[in-house]
T-cell receptor, first 114, second 120 residues
Framework: DAGVIQSPRHEVTEMGQEVTLRCKPI?????LFWYRQTMMRGLELLIY????????DSGMPEDRFSAKMPNASFSTLKIQPSEPRDSAVYFC????????????FGPGTRLTVL | AQTVTQSQPEMSVQEAETVTLSCTYD???????LFWYKQPPSRQMILVIR??????QNATENRFSVNFQKAAKSFSLKISDSQLGDTAMYFC?????????????????FGKGTKLSVKP
């Protein structure tokens, strides 16, 4: 079975541009998570979905960030407008439907905002 | 709020030797889960091992084992017979069981990581 798929793997953009990151979770997983990794703050949760519904978005840094999950096999994280401080690696992870289940991570998207 | 602390930013070990990475956490919960993830230079986050807090027996996965001390809130990772491919960042993570609705349950809270270098 394929793992979590993220695209693009690398994104370089200029300040002020819109950026969209994409994620395809493992088939059959009910939970999807977006994390951000930076040197200063480490790995932190941005938002997570259960059955396509956003459950906790308290980690989303500000209104410039938005996430959607239109169906069980696709999610996007959008930054509009992007800023240099958004430069980071963004991970998507998915998990089956049980309370105790492990999260499986995608390869990440390295975002650089110039 | 839960916190996870990894006090060793960097460690090195000779190939074939044993190394132990430290992790402590702070929580008032009684039921929770602990994980070690590995992040090699490829950047992929790979699950190494997981421990349920209600289990007294320490988890093991081949060359990887943990020393889980619930009262001390300590969760160290031991890597035996270290291999060059073990070179990576290692992250300790804490998770409360996920409830059916809302809240921060089910989220992973990560430590800052330990960079492990295995030398030939």
């Amino acid at each position: 079975d394929a793992g979590v798929i993220q695209s693009p793997r690398h994104e370089v953009t200029e300040m002020g541009q819109e950026v969209t990151l994409r994620c395809k979770p493992i088939s059959g997983h009910d939970y999807l998570f977006w994390y951000r990794q930076t040197m200063m703050r480490g790995l932190e949760l941005l938002i997570y979905f259960n059955n396509n519904v956003p459950i906790d978005d308290s980690g989303m840094p500000e209104d410039r960030f938005s996430a959607k999950m239109p169906n069980a096999s696709f999610s996007t994280l959008k930054i509009q407008p992007s800023e240099p401080r958004d430069s980071a690696v963004y991970f998507c992870a998915s998990s089956p439907g049980l309370a105790t289940d492990t999260q499986y991570f995608g390869p990440g998207t390295r975002l650089t905002v110039l | 709020a839960q916190t996870v602390t990894q006090s060793q930013p960097e460690m090195s070990v000779q190939e074939a030797e044993t190394v132990t990475l430290s992790c402590t956490y702070d929580t008032s919960e009684n039921n929770y889960y602990l994980f070690w993830y590995k992040q090699p230079p490829s950047r992929q986050m790979i699950l190494v091992i997981r421990q349920e807090a209600y289990k007294q027996q320490n988890a093991t996965e081949n060359r990887f084992s943990v020393n889980f001390q619930k009262a001390a809130k300590s969760f160290s990772l031991k890597i035996s017979d270290s291999q060059l491919g073990d070179t990576a960042m290692y992250f300790c993570a804490f998770m409360k069981p996920r409830m059916n609705y809302g809240g921060s349950q089910g989220n992973l809270i990560f430590g800052k990581g330990t960079k492990l270098s295995v030398k030939p």
